[in-house]
């Protein structure tokens, strides 16, 4: 590293310092994502603003993620946009307070906090909601929903506000914005060999979640599902216990499994999607005016995230390709050889569709909202 790498970064890490140390780690955090803190006079004035912003501000909102800020690149859960426009959206009457990758939990752990109360708002999984609203969990149907567009479609459609968001809000959670992250891949381990068709997975030890969905669509594809905790996969891909894994080739290359695969295929059964919840009851306890701010926001957030999509994954895309990944799309009749296997349509599934809806009439309309185009676009893989 030259002089000037060397002081640019020690500058970098001094700024990073003196804003924590004065208690403004979210103002750190926005000067590092703005990439101005190598300059003193720049993270000065980020901080100032900061303050400013927290000072005048008539409500606080503490806002966890998962995820550290440069996610987005490949993982486009934009954090730092919810931030900005929900503060701009409600004139500057909350101010977001960051708490980013996973500082105060993840997952489950994010959503209880937003149910307790003890955070107001948090990304998590889809399928973390599902012990909440156990319909929520249709979306692990294969095939229901896994194209980004037929998700779009669902989570958007007036069958879904009225089927699960009253289900979602009797636990005390109000949804702001679902996200879009792409749909869950097939990933072999570096070893493995590509996976065209069904019959390709046939004695693969696929790691799975805890998800009874999952663990029943790969058996029914050929596939000998292993359940393994999230923390250990990387080490169980690498080890041989599992052969292969699906979450979307942005969480592949966030959480590092670049260099311990050799092959993603794009078989589009069932989203990796996410949700940004808010305690409801601080929600209703807001005025009027800055809850229509905060529902704006959202609506300004779900369009910028729809649009960074195909971005996203293109980044992750030629991330992995360099460290040798090799990548396939499938045909229609190669995806129908999918479906065929275990899409949802078959007689298998229909004690989830009844458990998880309610009745098959629910399930009947909630399906017809992911078959109807509705006002957003997204690409699909």
Known sequence: MDKSNT???SAERRNFLKLTAGGGFTAALVAGAAGVLWSD?????TAQEEREREKAADH??????AYVLGASRSYPILQLDLKENIQNATNGKVYVKLAPGGQLGAGGALAQAVQGGTIQCAQHSLSNFAPFAPAVDLINLPYFCGANQRFTNLVNSDAWKSEVHPKVEASGFKALFYVVIDPRVVAVRKGGNKVITPGDLSGVKFRVPGSKMLQQYYRMVGANPTPVAWGE???????????????????LFVFGFKDILSHVTFTQAVPDSQVYSMNLEWFNGLPSDVQEGI?????????QNLAKVPAARAYAMAELTKAGVEFHSLSEDQLAEWKEAGGYQRSEWDQFKTELAGSMDVFAKLEEGADTMGRYYVHDA
């Open 41 to 45: 006079e720049a993270a000065a004035q």
């Open 233 to 251: 996969t990387p080490s169980a891909i690498k080890q041989g216990v599992a052969d292969a894994l699906d979450p979307s080739v942005g969480a």
């Open 7 to 9: 002081e640019t970064v």
């Open 295 to 303: 529902e704006f926001a959202g609506e300004i957030t779900t369009q």
């Open 60 to 65: 606080t909102m503490t806002l966890a993620t």
